[in-house]
């Protein structure tokens, strides 16, 4: 796979609920169209909530990584 | 506001009266005795914080829409027109309210502002003038419930990434799952939230306890109740009542979230299972002697602070007191009578709010703040996530030097094999 360019990296790890999704959908709006936020946390919720973030949204995860107890989810702005 | 939004929000308003709404609405003789029951204006002294200030706004549109002539008409204010500049009074009502009910423990005539409160919210809602942020959130979990399979396998791989640190804190035997999911049959559904933190020492109690339990794949906390919203907080709802179904489980149990614990007790209807909370689950194994804790394990004084939608407003007051006198030797009460406790002034969707709410939040629980010091405690224990974000808040704000734990976490810590 094409290697992802990062436009925005967001420390989310050990954060309370909801702040890992509020923090990522305020986050995506100081980026532009067509970029990408690097989103670190560590919280397994992560996993279902930002794709159902991101449908509701209207934007894209691209690629999630999980390994050392951090996930790593590159989510694009689609609008 | 044109005629049809006006009359569509009528409709919404309608919807809410039932018949203890009506009494809630007809029954305020305005004697004041709630006024210092707010922490809100006990801690600002603004009068727009009173709680028969806050219902006075939606029971005067009442008036005018619902309850012209009554007899009881004369009682309940000027009638006010439901406007643009109504709906920013009734925003600034319902969100600076913790729906705590601390007023209504005082009120003789019971009068529940969060309720009333809740009429406001559904109004705001029908406006799209509700806070986009809680709306968003719960959007987002109705989805979840819609797309389960596509988030299914990353989410079971991140869930077998803690199970070393399950297993740090409670060893299981050889071939036993530290934190099994989807297991039909199992005798207990436990709901947590999305942090490693709400599964983790739940994890390792369930296994010390010898549960046969199972982890639900949703989150339990219910932004559509935050919100304001019935039909949303019913479809967030019925995605682990139908889960806790289809595994047949007997018992759901719901973590350390005040919200989510009260909608699913009151709310879920009858089902083939009962609801608990992580606390009074906890209080069980310890009275069965299905867990054991050291009581050495915590030195410092500790004091408890009750979650009001788990405490005053659902019942669970002795369990965490017992779980207490299991764990320290120095538990300090923050107040005579636990009805009366304080709220944190978190609730009410004003933490999920985040940054926006922060400086309203610090400065309307200064009484919140003085009730703990007074303790002289150096640990404040909870059983709600929300409160400890708020207490945390107001721990660095205030400079309090307390060390905020989850009453679960202290629990999982003291744990003896
Ligand atoms: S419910 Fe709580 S926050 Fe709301 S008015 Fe009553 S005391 Fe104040
Ligand atoms: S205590 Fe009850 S009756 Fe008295 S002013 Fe407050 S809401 Fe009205």
């Known amino acids: 796979m094409e290697e992802i360019k990062v436009d925005k990296v967001m420390d989310l790890k050990g954060l309370p609920c909801p702040m890992p999704v509020v923090k990522v959908s305020k986050g995506i709006k100081e980026v532009q169209v067509g970029q990408v936020i690097e989103a670190i946390t560590t919280d397994p919720g992560a996993l279902a909530d930002f794709p159902a973030w991101a449908r509701t949204s209207g934007n894209e995860i691209l690629k999630t990584d999980q390994g050392d107890g951090v996930i790593k989810i590159y989510i694009k702005r689609d609008k | ?417």
């Open chain 2, 1 to 417: 506001m044109d005629t049809q939004t006006r009359e569509d929000l009528l409709k919404l308003f309608q919807s809410k009266l039932n018949q203890a709404m009506r009494l809630y609405l007809e029954t305020c003789s305005r004697c004041g005795t709630c006024t210092e029951a707010c922490h809100v204006y006990a801690s600002t002294g603004q009068v727009k914080h009173i709680a028969a200030y806050r219902h006075e706004i939606v029971r005067r549109i009442y008036k005018k829409y619902f309850k012209g002539q009554g007899k009881l008409a004369s009682a309940l204010g000027e009638p006010k027109e439901l406007t643009e500049l109504a709906l920013e009074e009734l925003y600034e009502a319902a969100y600076s309210c913790t729906g705590c009910r601390r007023c209504m423990v005082y009120c003789p005539h019971g009068i529940d502002t969060q309720m009333l409160m809740s009429i406001a919210k559904l109004l705001l809602v029908g406006a799209n003038e509700e806070p986009e942020i809680l709306s968003m959130l719960a959007d987002s979990s109705i989805e979840k419930g819609k797309s389960l399979d596509l988030f299914k396998e990353g989410f079971l791989t991140a869930i077998k990434n803690l199970e070393s640190q399950v297993v740090e804190k409670w060893q299981v035997e050889a071939g036993q799952n530290p934190i099994p999911m989807d297991q039909e049959g199992a005798d207990l559904l436990y709901v947590a939230l999305a942090g490693a933190h709400s599964i983790i020492p739940a994890a390792a109690i369930f296994n010390a306890a010898g549960e046969n339990w199972t982890l639900s794949f949703f989150e339990a906390v219910n932004f559509g109740a935050f919100v304001g919203d019935p039909s949303r907080t019913k479809l967030i709802l019925d995605r682990i009542i139908n889960e806790a179904v289809r595994l047949k489980v007997k018992e759901v149990c719901i973590c350390e979230c005040g919200t989510a614990f009260r909608v699913m007790k009151q709310l879920s209807g009858k089902q083939p299972f009962k609801v608990s909370s992580i606390t009074e689950v906890h209080a069980r194994y310890l009275r069965e002697g299905r867990i054991r804790l050291d009581k050495e394990k915590f030195k410092d004084p500790v004091t408890y602070h009750d979650p009001c939608q788990i405490a005053r407003n659902a019942g669970v007051i002795d369990e965490p007191r017992y779980i207490l006198q299991n764990l320290t030797h120095d538990f300090r009460e923050m107040t005579d009578d636990v009805r009366y406790n304080w709220c944190c002034g978190g609730g009410g969707g004003l933490v999920a709010l985040g940054e926006d709410t922060l400086d309203f939040r610090m400065k309307s629980a200064k009484v919140k703040v003085d009730q703990v010091q007074k303790t002289g405690a150096k640990i404040l224990a909870t059983a709600c996530e929300n409160c400890h974000t708020q207490l945390s808040n107001l721990n660095d704000h205030y400079q309090m030097g307390m060390n905020v734990q989850f009453l679960s976490s202290m629990i999982a810590e003291a744990l003896v094999q």
